[in-house]
């Protein structure tokens, strides 16, 4: 998807329009454009529309059948021919097939309107509200409550448009009327003038927006052989009448699409300044020279303006909001995280039995090494009850130790402490004795439970005597004494093997 383009379809019930936009800088270009129209249209009879009867109240053409499947279908094969890439579709629709009224509401809230807006357009408009789709926007506000702008459209031609364009791919965010689609092009333009956009077949006024609202549009129908000077003339004295616009609009300003308007008569019958509007300002349209066939440059305007309410925030007036909300984006979002979710409880599956079979596989094993351990435990330990498996271990780890001291002589073979072992870790603390100490031993008398050394050494030399027995990992000193006599130190030591050393 291309993030920073759009489609935007202008559509009439003889001719739809479409372009390709890219916004840059606050200003709208225009990628590429085109126009499709039915097959079987009757050329002569779509452009000849009598003008509106009211200023105010915008009649919907008498189409005996509107059908656009046939048009989304070409729509969306001239897009694929021309390789458009975009990221969202928004749609206007032609003020023929819609109707238009400023009506006043008790509530100043939007949420409160738009829960009464149906029945208030009902009467206003003469439409059935459960068979159309109603859009509005609050235009201005008053200590009784709001002026409201209107729209009513019929619900199968809105229906009709959705559906055929989502079955082509082409879902639009948004269906506006197509009088909004241009204010939005040209709205901060209109500041305190009148702006009139005139076509062949169409006419728009943008009137200057009170401080507290949005700027009114108005739109009426002509023919291309209508003398379109005398007819905006008339118009725009009734619309600033209509709109009590004359106090706050200082000029007007002209977008001419016909080279028709006489300015200068516009000017003197208004008596207030005229001049061409530059709307190059706002949008980049393509030269008369390259504007391809079928195409008119009101039409690409309002095709663009239908885009631009997808290029950053802005007010629109959506007969989608409250008939057929969109729904396109939170599709996608809940069919990803549909998928993601049906992924992950895959994978955690998957994951899960694996580390079941894992876990049965383990435990498998381990009973086996229990058993056998076990088996091998009664084996070794004959008569011995099999204890937990940490108690037997250290109890093999003891036997172990105890049958190499055996092999070494350390300990008889029944098990009981032999003389020869306790000989043996007496003569190596008496060895580790410095050998400045002169030892005499008189007796040493061994018992199953403890020796008894007696002797003397040299002045002081019964404390290095007593530390080594002290140090000895096998021995540890018992009752012990020694008296000073004829220059040495008579000593009497009890010797025991420490707990454990067995």
Excluded: W
């Excluded at 076990?374 to 109890?395: C, D, H, L, N, W």
């Amino acid at each position: 998807m291309e993030q920073n383009k759009y489609l935007g379809i202008y559509v009439a019930s003889d001719k739809t329009t479409a372009v390709l936009i890219s916004k840059a800088s606050g200003k709208i270009e225009i990628v590429d454009s085109f126009s499709v129209r039915p097959e079987a249209q009757e050329q002569s009879g779509a452009s000849q529309t009598p003008p509106q009867p009211s200023p105010q109240q915008q009649p919907q053409a008498q189409v005996p059948k509107f059908s656009f499947s046939q048009m989304a279908a070409k729509i969306a094969a001239v897009c694929t021919e021309k390789q458009f890439v975009f990221s969202d579709v928004a749609v206007a629709i032609d003020c023929r097939l819609y109707r238009q009224q400023k009506l006043h509401s008790e509530f100043q809230d939007y949420k409160q309107i738009a829960q009464t807006i149906k029945f208030d357009a009902e009467e206003a408009l003469a439409v059935d509200a459960a068979q159309s789709a109603i859009a509005f926007e609050i235009v201005g506000k008053q200590t009784s409550g709001s002026d409201v702008a209107a729209f009513a459209a019929g619900a199968d031609v809105i229906t009709e448009i959705i559906k055929s364009l989502q079955s082509n791919k082409l879902d639009p965010v948004t269906v506006e009327p197509d009088s909004i689609c241009l204010r939005r092009v040209i709205d901060d333009m209109a500041k305190d003038s009148i702006i009139a956009v005139v076509s062949q077949t169409r006419c728009f006024m943008v009137c200057p927006a009170a401080s507290d609202g949005k700027a009114i549009v108005r739109s009426f129908l002509t023919s291309p052989l209508q003398n379109k000077t005398t007819l905006f003339a008339g118009q725009i004295i009734r619309t600033m009448s209509a709109t009590n616009a004359g106090g706050k609009t200082v000029a007007i300003k002209v977008y001419d699409t016909t080279n028709t308007l006489d300015i200068n008569t516009i000017k003197e019958q208004t008596e207030m300044t005229t001049e061409q509007l530059d709307i190059a300002q706002k949008i980049s349209l393509p030269a008369a020279g390259n504007l391809r066939q079928d195409c008119e440059f009101l039409e690409i305007i309002i095709a663009a303006g239908a885009a631009g309410v997808l290029t950053g925030k802005t007010d629109k007036v959506d007969f989608r909001a409250d008939f057929m909300p969109y729904q396109g984006r939170k599709i996608v979002i809940e069919k990803t995280a549909k998928i993601a979710g049906i992924s992950l409880l895959v994978l955690f599956l998957v994951l899960g039995v694996i580390l079941q079979m894992r876990y049965h596989s383990i435990s498998r094993d381990i009973s086996k090494l229990n058993a056998k351990f076990k088996s091998e435990y009664t084996i070794a330990m004959p008569g011995s009850k099999f204890p937990k498996t940490q108690e037997a271990v250290r109890k093999l780890t003891s036997e172990i130790n105890r049958i190499k001291d055996v092999k070494s002589g350390m300990l008889s073979v029944s098990g009981a402490d032999s003389i020869e072992a306790k000989l043996t870790y007496l003569f190596e603390a008496l060895n580790s004795v410095p050998k400045n100490i002169d030892i005499n031993v008189d007796k040493i008398t061994v018992t199953t439970k403890a020796m008894t050394i007696t002797g003397s050494t040299n002045l002081g030399g019964h404390l290095q005597l007593f530390g080594a027995f002290d140090k000895h990992t096998k021995l540890q000193r018992g009752a012990s004494n020694y008296e000073p006599k004829d220059g040495r130190d008579n000593f009497r030591l009890t010797i025991e093997l420490r707990q454990g050393a067995k």
